[in-house]
């Protein structure tokens, strides 16, 4: 074998950031809080120059704060109406029409998928996540179950294992699903803060007592002080489980009902609060302002503030049932609520915050959402994805640069959930919106009518149709897309003696065979044709990785690629995969597969059988492994890893000035066989 060593020096100019100098960045979201769920003054139409001041008793002085310091987005939209598939826009920059996480407690975020914090890393970013995650269950054994999904009573949750960990993300505290906004730990069903697979906070655990927004926090500010004490940039996603039901205030949160709402137990009073209910809503929210504040103070004392891009919004609009002094209070008037595509379900608060990038106390009537964070990140880190898959945001530097806030926009937004569709214009005047499927449309001047109230279907043809057909134009492109795939690229170059499938589990593969967990084994068996399941995954390094023959480098971006085959079946003799990039190297024993499945972790459950057989081997030539199987009775499952230099190198760590980044390369490899222990 020979063993060759490069020296890779990459250089980036960022127009907007210096590569000594990357912004740090915090992306809060909350979970229900309506557009209107605030109270600052949001201008409501851009036109007629009405506004709204929030709910006229909700305290939320931090978030004015906020708002004051940066920019307000007053026509900020989740990508849906409901909190998963934002969830998974919010990360990838994709309609969840794309992700495949179309509802609620449905589906996970593949492998597959680049989210912000994967890309964050090949800049040399630490990465956290903390609160709700809801893009995946985040554990397979406990029982009884843990939150909505995970566990094992219910038949199939490992196939939709999707966590933090396998995502970018080097610290996680996430909890599956909802969670109590007080004391969390007692939701039931129980609901654990996870910090990795199968590493859960202890139910009975004092860390998780108290309000939620407050236990979530006490683990975001270590998270900046050791990323700001190693002198990293960080990302965080900060996800609030305020205010979703239940609303279950703590007792300090009563006092600041005392505080914020005097006289919230005195009929007489006007700052009455007639319900539990609403007492529980109004604290909550007050609480998670609290914590903002918390969080923007500890930047400012570390001196990290004006370098760092801090965004809140939200998830979708409130629910229906979400308290207020009177009906509408919490959408700010906007018609409709959650699980709804009208302004109230989708329309939601939007904040950004950025130093003296963003003119402090700017406003901004141009349409924005949570597509648009990744286009932003790339904007501002000046990288390109490592492949062409669609995006459906752009980015919003153009608007930070611009005090007026600029409103020329190039991309629609576009929403379908369950049997309804919508799509506003980019210029954000006009909106169509179908409740049935698409066999009727209405539409509505969002300038002069915020509220939805006059459709103009019947006087305005020609602006419905354009809408309607750029819609419809999309949707078949997205769907064609979803299909065959083909917004996925799979760096596999070609095949040969088998059938391969680089599908997820659970979605139709390019060769149009449904493989699951359940019957991966029989499938194959029964199959005419070998089959072979690729489960890919792009990470960047933070470590040296020892594979055969070789180490690649900390900071290397690769591909991995854990391949899933049969060694004893009769039909798995030879075959041999050709990638697009070159071989780094391979995992191939039972220990260095555990050790690496940050790389990709095995989903569904393929860890019965790991490693390569004593009688199995493999080769590599540049771009080529070429496998040769024994031929024995019985039929098994197994696993290899093959490590590839990643494509799209300009989305690489930058090496510090006079530094050379090594990256061990087999250039060729001959009859290596790697035994198993």
């Known amino acids: 074998s020979t063993m060759l060593v490069f020296g890779w020096t990459l250089a980036l100019t960022p127009p907007l950031v210096q590569a000594t100098d990357k912004p740090n960045v ?67 920059g994709r309609h969840h029409r794309r992700t495949r996480v179309d509802d609620a407690n449905s589906g996970h975020l593949f492998n597959r998928e680049l989210t912000i914090a994967e890309i964050a890393k090949t800049q040399g970013y630490t990465t956290g996540h903390f609160g709700k995650w809801h893009l995946g269950t985040l554990d397979k054994s406990v029982n009884p179950r843990d939150s909505n999904r995970g566990g094992t009573d219910r038949g199939g949750s490992a196939l939709n294992y999707s966590a933090p960990w396998n995502h970018g993300y080097d610290t996680t505290f996430a909890t599956e699903a909802k969670t109590n906004t007080f004391d969390p730990a007692n939701t039931n069903p129980p609901t ?105 103070a500890e930047l400012a004392s570390k001196g990290l503030l004006d370098n760092t891009i801090l965004v809140f919004t939200s998830d979708n ?99 379908h959930y369950r049997t309804s569709r919508s799509i506003v214009a980019a210029d954000g005047r006009f909106k169509a919106i179908s409740t049935n499927d698409g066999s009727s449309w209405q539409l509505y001047d969002l300038e002069a009518d915020p509220t939805e109230s006059n459709n103009l279907a019947s006087s305005n043809v020609a602006t419905l149709n354009s809408l309607t057909s750029e819609w419809n134009a999309w949707r078949a492109d997205v769907d064609q897309q979803r299909s065959t795939q083909r917004d996925y690229d799979d760096n596999i170059a070609s095949v040969s ?69 049969d060694p004893e079946g009769a039909l798995m003799r030879n075959f041999s995969i050709t990638f697009d990039n070159e071989i780094l190297g391979v995992i191939g024993s039972d220990d260095d597969l555990d050790a690496s499945d940050f790389l990709a972790f095995a989903n569904p459950d393929f860890e019965e059988l790991r490693g390569i057989e004593a009688s199995d081997s493999w080769t590599i030539n540049g771009k080529t492994i070429s496998f040769s199987l024994s031929e024995q009775a019985g039929i098994g499952l197994d696993q290899l890893r093959v490590i590839t230099l990643a494509s799209g190198l300009n989305a690489a760590i930058v090496p510090e000035p006079g530094s050379v980044a090594l990256l061990s390369l087999m250039a060729s490899i001959g009859g290596l066989r790697r035994r198993r222990r």
């Not at 929030?54 to 900020?76: C, D, E, I, V, Y």
């Not at 979605?507 to 493989?515: E, L, V």
């Open 26 to 92: 915090i992306l809060i979201m909350t979970d229900d809080q309506g557009w209107g769920s605030v109270d600052y003054t949001q201008r409501l139409s851009p036109t007629n120059g009405q506004t709204f001041a929030g709910q006229p008793k909700l305290k939320t002085p931090q978030l004015s704060a906020m708002a004051a310091a940066g920019m307000q987005f007053n026509r900020f939209y989740a990508a849906a109406p409901v909190c998963s598939p934002t969830r998974a826009s919010f990360v990838t």
């Open 192 to 296: 654990r803060y996870w910090t990795g697979h199968e590493q859960a906070f202890d139910l009975t655990d004092p860390a998780l007592s108290g309000d939620d927004s407050q236990v979530i926090m006490n683990q975001v500010l270590p998270f900046i002080d050791n990323a700001a004490g190693n002198s990293d940039p960080f990302l965080a996603t900060v996800w609030f489980h305020t205010p979703h039901e239940p609303y279950l205030p703590s007792r300090r949160d009563f006092e600041t009902l005392n505080e914020f709402y005097p006289g919230y137990d005195d009929p007489n009073s006007a700052n009455y609060l007639a319900t539990a209910e609403e007492r529980g809503y109004f604290a909550s929210l007050t609480a998670m302002d609290r914590e903002v504040g918390r969080l923007r």
């Open 317 to 415: 609009g409130t629910e229906n049932d979400a308290p207020g002094e009177s009906s509408g209070d919490a959408t700010g008037g906007l018609r409709a609520n959650k699980r709804s595509l009208h302004e109230g379900g989708v329309r939601v608060p939007g904040i950004i915050e950025w130093g003296d990038r963003i003119q402090a106390g700017s406003q901004t009537d141009a349409i924005a959402g949570v597509t648009d964070l990744l286009p932003t990140l790339l904007d501002v880190w000046d990288v390109d994805l490592p492949d062409d898959r669609p995006l459906d945001g752009e980015s919003l530097a153009p608007i930070f640069s611009d005090g007026t806030g600029n409103t020329d926009r190039t991309v629609s937004k576009k929403f």
């Open 497 to 565: 003696g088998i059938s391969i499938n680089t599908s997820n589990p659970d979605n139709q593969g390019r060769n149009g065979s449904q493989i699951i967990a359940a019957n991966f084994e029989e499938g194959m068996a029964e199959s005419n044709t070998p089959q072979v399941f690729v489960e890919q995954q792009y990470a960047t390094l933070d470590e040296e990785l020892a594979v055969h023959a070789g180490i690649i480098a900390a900071g290397t971006v690769v591909d991995s690629f854990l391949v899933h085959f």
